[in-house]
Each structure stands twice: as C-alpha cells, then as structure tokens.
T-cell receptor
Framework: DAGITQSPRYKITETGRQVTLMCHQTWSHSYMFWYRQDLGHGLRLIYYSAAADITDKGEVPDGYVVSRSKTENFPLTLESATRSQTSVYFC????????????FGDGTRLSIL | EDQVTQSPEALRLQEGESSSLNCSYTVSGLRGLFWYRQDPGKGPEFLFTLYSAGEEKEKERLKATLTKKESFLHITAPKPEDSATYLCAVQDGSARQLTFGSGTQLTVLP
C-alpha cells in the first residue's frame, strides 16, 4: 500500500521560476493538506482541500497556488519562487478533519537560490 | 489563536532511562490532541489521538496523557530506536486545521 507519495523528493531552483510539487494518495481520503516545515516554526499549513475542486487557505498561503481536479492528487505551485520559500514541504491526507489523524508523505526538500 | 509549546526542545537519555515530554496548549474548544513521531528525512508518523482530559493511550514504551492545559508523552525504558523528534498538534473547535508545536528532539544513547 503506497499511501501518500510526494515528488520530487529534492528540488533546487532559482528565484523567479515556477515550480510544482506533486502529491498523490491512494487511500481515497477526502481531505488533503500542504505544510511547510522550517526550523523554529514547526509545521505550518499552507492550503488544504476538503474534496475535488474545493480548496481553502491555511496560515501561510501567500505565494502559493493549489488545485485539486482529482481526489487523489493535490499539486502545490510556487508561481514565482523566492528564497523565503526554501523549506521542506509535506503533503498530508485524512478521511475528515474532525477527530481523524492526518497521514503525511515523506516531504520535498526545496532550495531556492 | 491556538498555541502549542513543547518542552524540552531537546532531550538526551541513556537507554532504559524513563522520562516525559511536555506539550502545553491553548485552544478554543479542543477537538483533539495528536502526537506524531518524525524521523530525519521522513514525514511525521501518527502515534496517538487524545480527545478529553483524563484520557490515556499507550503503545509499546510510549504513553500519552491529557489534561485541560497540557499533554505528556511518557517514555518508559527507552531504546535507541526511540530516537526521533516528537511533535504535538491540537485541533480546535472549528476542526479545520491542526496547530503544531516545534517538537522535542529525543536522543536515546546505547
């Protein structure tokens, strides 16, 4: 059982470029989430989605765009990357938001030069 | 605004030396408190959910407890393989998202 898969695992890009991080889950979970993890800040929610075509902002959404055309996929796009977006990005999914734990992928380490 | 504070930031134990990690929280209407384990280069792995004060959950050498203001993760007779960062998160009454603490990095020395 594959669970939740993120790609690429590592990415280096330059400021101003567009980059898309992919997330795929095989559980048919309704909810999907994108977090970034930085030293001293812990995990912070960027965007989440309750179902296909339904997305909402989290704590730190500026500079990011998401879409969810299929239940199993939830890509995150940085339209014009900045150095402050250098981070480790985690995708997660859950059956619902209430009482259910979120299950995480292994992350994408993104460096913006 | 929900807040989660974990202490200590880092903890080094000898194998077999029991200890506790603390997660203090302020939240408007707690729906759930979640504990995760995170190994280097990996995503957080779910351990426990606690829903109400007085609740306890156990898994192998780990036991999580919950009061109205904090949660403890007790580690009994730890082994080197228990070395990881332990994260605590709360879900408030809106149930829209989790608020995470910064974690406790646990190192168990053989």
């Amino acid at each position: 059982d594959a669970g939740i898969t993120q790609s690429p695992r590592y990415k280096i890009t330059e400021t101003g470029r567009q980059v898309t991080l992919m997330c795929h889950q095989t559980w048919s979970h309704s909810y999907m989430f994108w977090y970034r993890q930085d030293l001293g800040h812990g995990l912070r929610l960027i965007y989440y989605s309750a179902a296909a075509d339904i997305t909402d902002k989290g704590e730190v959404p500026d500079g990011y765009v998401v879409s969810r055309s299929k239940t199993e996929n939830f890509p995150l796009t940085l339209e014009s990357a900045t150095r402050s977006q250098t981070s480790v990005y985690f995708c997660a999914s859950s059956e619902s938001t209430e009482y259910q734990p979120q299950h995480f992928g292994d992350g994408t380490r993104l460096s913006i030069l | 605004e929900d807040q989660v504070t974990q202490s200590p930031e880092a903890l080094r134990l000898q194998e077999g030396e029991s200890s506790s990690l603390n997660c203090s929280y302020t939240v408007s209407g707690l729906r759930g408190l979640f504990w995760y384990r995170q190994d280097p280069g990996k995503g957080p792995e779910f351990l426990f959910t606690l829903y109400s004060a007085g609740e306890e959950k156990e898994k192998e050498r780990l036991k999580a407890t919950l009061t109205k203001k904090e949660s403890f993760l007790h580690i009994t007779a730890p082994k080197p393989e228990d070395s990881a960062t332990y994260l605590c998160a709360v879900q408030d009454g809106s149930a829209r998202q989790l608020t995470f603490g910064s974690g406790t990095q646990l190192t168990v020395l053989p």
